[in-house]
């Protein structure tokens, strides 16, 4: 934990994953934080009401934004995003900043940063807490998820810098190491290191299993860790490809083509070749991710 929390009133649009974790983390962080939640289904709202954690819980948005937060933090799949922004620009009486916990930036900065144009008191800055799980809901919510988490914001020729320093402030008060991107080189970041991944993880789980299913007996740790991420919510990963489809498709060309090299290393039984290729990813890693 780094400083104090820097917000006084603060909502969560969002009781997942993600938006539970937050709130959990501030409610251990800040017994005396007034905290909101808004949800679409009444269950996880009522949970954290009832628990305590949150002062305000509600199904209908307007109702928490009368308490008048001065950080909205959108916890919502990212198509939901511009529809939740517009009645936040419409009703929020202000000021306020707002910030997300989305896995592509370009389009959703892009967009927000145009609805909130008109609203010289509202302030968006783009947030991705890069601390996800295959596991998703309420029931999966941790408060010490961010604790040592890298959180990427993100920003624009028009961002606010206090906005800024403000949001940074709370992920590190939440436990996250922050770092500056633009929109566009986190979309092509979290394309290499997150996105195609997923994809990965999917494609080894269909070629491996799809067609001898009884493999899936002999499983040890390497094929599980390598897997564990397919598990994540289709649907939630379909609109994060989508989203980012350009810079996806480039990381795909350039997988398709290092596997391309070791297939052709095969077919010629090129066992240099072959080492090579495995000496060198090694070397990579090990140079790159040494605090594994």
Same mark, same amino acid.
């Given at each position: 934990m780094d400083g104090s929390n820097p917000f006084h009133r603060v909502a969560v649009l969002g009781p997942g994953l993600l938006g539970g974790s937050i709130l959990f983390a501030l409610r251990k962080r800040d017994s005396e934080a007034n905290?909101?939640?808004?949800?679409?289904?009444?269950?996880?709202?009522?949970?954290?009401?009832?628990?305590?954690?949150?002062?305000?819980?509600?199904?209908?948005?307007?109702?928490?934004?009368k308490e008048n937060p001065d950080l909205i933090i959108l916890a919502t799949p990212i198509g939901n995003m511009p529809q939740i922004a517009r009645q936040i620009a419409e009703t929020s009486p202000g000021?306020? %900043?707002? *910030?997300?916990?989305?896995? &592509?930036k370009v389009g959703i900065v892009e967009v927000l940063e145009s609805i909130f144009a008109d609203r010289g008191d509202l302030e968006f800055i783009g947030s991705h807490p890069m601390a996800g799980s295959e596991k998703t809901g309420l029931e999966n919510a941790d408060a010490d998820l961010f604790e040592?988490?890298?959180? %990427?914001? *993100?920003?624009?020729?028009? &961002?606010?810098?206090?906005?800024?320093?403000r949001v940074q402030s709370l992920w590190q008060y939440l436990g996250c190491s922050t770092s500056l991107l633009e929109p566009d080189v986190h979309d092509e970041t979290v394309a290499r290191i997150s996105h195609l991944p997923h994809l990965v993880a999917a494609a080894v789980v269909k070629a491996g299993l799809e067609k001898f299913s009884g493999a899936a007996d002999f499983c040890g740790g390497g094929f599980r860790d390598t897997t564990r991420i397919a598990s994540g919510p289709p649907e939630m990963w379909s609109e994060i490809l989508l989203e980012n489809r350009g810079k996806v498709i480039e990381s795909l060309r350039d997988l398709i083509r290092e596997l391309e090299s070791v297939q052709q290393a095969l077919n010629d039984l090129d066992r240099d070749r072959i080492t090579r290729f495995l000496e060198e990813a090694k070397q990579l890693r090990d140079q790159t991710l040494s605090n594994d």
């Open positions: 905290l909101s939640v808004w949800g679409r289904r009444e269950e996880p709202v009522e949970q954290l009401t009832s628990t305590g954690t949150v002062q305000h819980g509600s199904t209908d948005l307007a109702e928490i934004l000021p306020a %900043i707002i *910030t997300d916990v989305g896995s &592509t040592d988490a890298a959180c %990427i914001l *993100t920003r624009s020729p028009t &961002t606010n810098l206090d906005a800024l320093e």
